[in-house]
């Protein structure tokens, strides 16, 4: 069984960093696709990123060339480092896996198991 744990959010000023990472418990995910989404009130959520087994990225372009995502099979654990954080980023961002294949890594219906969500606020 795969549990994962979302930790690293936090207040920041525009401009700023931080970085999440998801802890997984349990069984390895090394062969699970890992995934980054996020919901802001009022909205949907939304894709962020992911990545493979072997370590393929992919970003919305929302993020593309401020985020970046990487994965520590051996410690199961992926990051997501944001950098050049604005308000819009603002959210409950939600770490999630999925085993083997993945035909939409941006879907979420995608993901079988979730991190609980940790708060990531950019202040302006």
């Known amino acids: 069984q795969v549990q994962l744990v979302d930790s690293g959010g936090g207040l920041v000023q525009a401009g700023g960093s931080l970085r999440l990472s998801c802890a997984s418990s349990g069984r390895s995910v090394r062969n699970y696709w890992m995934g980054w989404f996020r919901q802001a009130p009022g909205k949907e959520r939304e894709f962020v990123a992911a990545?493979?087994?072997?370590?393929?990225?992919y970003f919305s372009d929302s993020v593309k060339g401020r985020f970046t995502i990487s994965r520590d099979n051996a410690n199961n654990t992926v990051y997501l480092q944001m950098n050049s954080l604005k308000p819009e980023d603002t959210a409950v961002y939600y770490c999630?896996?999925?085993?083997?294949?993945?035909?939409?890594?941006?879907?979420?219906?995608?993901?079988?198991?979730w991190g609980q969500g940790t708060q990531v606020t950019v202040s302006s």
């Open positions: 990545i493979s087994g072997n370590s393929s990225a």
């Open positions: 999630a896996a999925k085993y083997g294949s993945i035909a939409r890594v941006s879907s979420d219906y995608e993901y079988t198991h």
